[in-house]
């Protein structure tokens, strides 16, 4: 997940490095219509030609991107910069009754404001084990239950109407207090968390990602 897709797509033409390659060639598509205003089948050749340098056969991709271009435009691309993060929410966090919970909660406010953002509703669709994860906080799923159990007895978040719908809102968002910090990367937020707090954590200078550093390495994560 990044905050600016269109950037990330730029990126990924620039260097050709990406996570996953099914996600990466769904953001290229999106950008190619939606930016670069490209039709059908010059979007196609232009995938093509990604999957090419990547010694992918079109034709296995064939269906999927025909499905992806025919979705592209349900889905615009965002293209914020950064996430503002306010005095009074950072206040909240500090009340959420534990370290390992304040990470949590700061990963669900950055979530939800850039949902906000972008529709004007707080909500976080995924409360699973992938958000626990870009909280730097795995849990297992009884204990994650428990967790956003207390969160809603506390109000910092809701449920969805439905109870089919996982889905949380938050609660606490307060943009009429001053915004004391941004965030421009999605990565490791419950690190970001703790270098708010005040606790030793470097920006990898190769790719930007937040990690905990030695004594013997303080510039690179360990993928780098």
């Given at each position: 997940m990044v905050i600016n897709e269109v950037k990330e797509a730029e990126r990924i033409l620039e260097t050709h490095k990406y996570n996953k390659l099914s996600s990466a060639v769904s953001l290229l598509v999106r950008y190619y219509i939606q930016i670069k205003e490209l039709n059908k089948d010059e979007t196609k050749e232009?995938?093509?030609?990604?999957?090419?340098?990547?010694?992918?056969?079109?034709?296995?991709?064939?269906?999927?991107?025909?499905?992806?271009?025919?979705?592209?435009?349900?889905?615009?691309?965002?293209?914020?910069?950064?996430?503002?993060?306010?005095?009074?929410?950072?206040?909240?966090?500090?009340?959420?009754?534990?370290?390992?919970?304040?990470?949590?909660?700061?990963?669900?406010?950055?979530?939800?404001?850039?949902?906000?953002?972008?529709?004007?509703?707080?909500?976080?669709?995924?409360?699973?084990?992938?958000?626990?994860?870009?909280?730097?906080?795995?849990?297992?799923?009884?204990?994650?239950?428990?967790?956003?159990?207390?969160?809603?007895?506390?109000?910092?978040?809701?449920?969805?109407?439905?109870p089919m719908n996982m889905s949380i809102h938050v609660d606490f968002i307060d943009n009429n207090s001053d915004t004391i910090l941004t965030i421009k990367d999605l990565r490791n937020l419950g690190y970001r968390w703790l270098k708010i707090k005040g606790q030793r954590y470097a920006e990898c200078n190769n790719c930007g990602i937040l990690f905990k550093p030695s004594r013997m390495n303080n510039c690179y994560c360990k993928n780098c």
């Open positions: 232009n995938i093509k030609e990604f999957l090419r340098i990547h010694n992918e056969e079109f034709d296995y991709w064939e269906k999927s991107v025909n499905r992806m271009i025919k979705n592209a435009n349900k889905y615009p691309l965002c293209q914020i910069d950064e996430i503002p993060i306010t005095q009074s929410e950072i206040d909240t966090i500090y009340k959420a009754g534990s370290e390992k919970k304040e990470k949590i909660l700061f990963t669900f406010l950055v979530l939800g404001k850039l949902k906000w953002m972008r529709s004007g509703k707080a909500w976080v669709n995924d409360t699973g084990a992938s958000t626990f994860k870009m909280a730097n906080a795995e849990t297992k799923a009884v204990d994650r239950d428990f967790i956003i159990k207390d969160f809603k007895e506390a109000g910092f978040i809701s449920y969805a109407q439905s």
